[in-house]
């Protein structure tokens, strides 16, 4: 999988490369497209490991994700519920959201 296509998928969603956490969660993605198990230990593993990264904790990187989530949720809430692939009745939280954008990106509903 590219990075690249994590990128496009996140500006479909309507975030920006501007905004602190978008580089954050296209890794995250990434390493949840490379690594599925990934998600099972979002705490103990993938956040820490994207923290390493970019020298910061694993609580910046949680919190830069819900906040893009939450960008993706008000900007466009109908492309983030078809790639759930259900209605959702609130915003997802992070680890959700990671999960919601990795298999899009692997099963190709993405579209990209």
Not at 88 to 110: E, H, K
Request: hydrophobic share 45%.
């Amino acid at each position: 999988m590219e990075i690249y296509k994590v990128h496009t998928l996140l500006r479909r969603l309507g975030v920006n490369a501007t905004y602190k956490g978008f580089f954050l969660t296209a890794d995250a993605v990434w390493l949840c497209t490379t690594k599925q198990s990934s998600l099972l230990l979002v705490t103990k593993d993938l956040y820490p490991k994207v923290a390493q990264m970019y020298g910061t904790n694993w609580r910046a990187v949680e919190r830069n994700i819900r906040t893009v989530s939450a960008l993706a949720w008000e900007k466009n809430p109908a492309l983030l519920q078809r790639l759930a692939g259900t209605a959702l009745a609130q915003r997802p939280n992070a680890s959700y959201f990671l999960a919601i954008l990795s298999a899009s990106l692997l099963d190709g509903s993405a579209g990209l």
